[in-house]
């Protein structure tokens, strides 16, 4: 069983900073790509960052210019460090990572979620 185990959520005024963490754990093979998605009330969960295994990123253009993705695949960890945050940042921030096993077959695993929330 693989688990996903978010971290680093909190509470902060807008212009401050958090780092987000998130470990993978259990039979796991190999990870391709991981990511994070975020969801608030009343709107649709959108990705936010996502990077391969070769370090290549991407991001939604909200915050292209203020978030980093990073990962540590020795760890198994995908990072999100989040700066200049604003109130529209607050969401529930969810980790992803798709998976092989030694027979190549794709999983996706989730974590639970770890709130965010920015004060104005």
């Known amino acids: 069983q693989v688990q996903l185990v978010e971290s680093g959520g909190g509470l902060v005024q807008a212009g401050g900073s958090l780092r987000l963490s998130c470990a993978a754990s259990?039979?796991?093979?190999?990870?391709?790509?991981m990511g994070w998605y975020r969801q608030a009330p009343g709107k649709q969960r959108e990705l936010v960052a996502a990077?391969?295994?070769?370090?290549?990123?991407n991001y939604v253009d909200s915050v292209k210019d203020r978030f980093t993705i990073s990962r540590d695949n020795a760890k198994n960890t995908v990072y999100l460090q989040m700066n200049s945050l604003k109130p529209e940042d607050t969401a529930v921030y969810y980790c992803?990572?798709?998976?092989?096993?030694?027979?190549?077959?794709?999983?996706?695993?989730w974590g639970q979620g770890t709130q965010v929330t920015v004060s104005s």
């Open positions: 992803n990572a798709e998976t092989r096993t030694r027979l190549g077959i794709r999983n996706d695993y």
């Open positions: 990077i391969t295994s070769g370090g290549s990123t």
């Open positions: 259990g039979g796991i093979f190999r990870i391709d790509a």
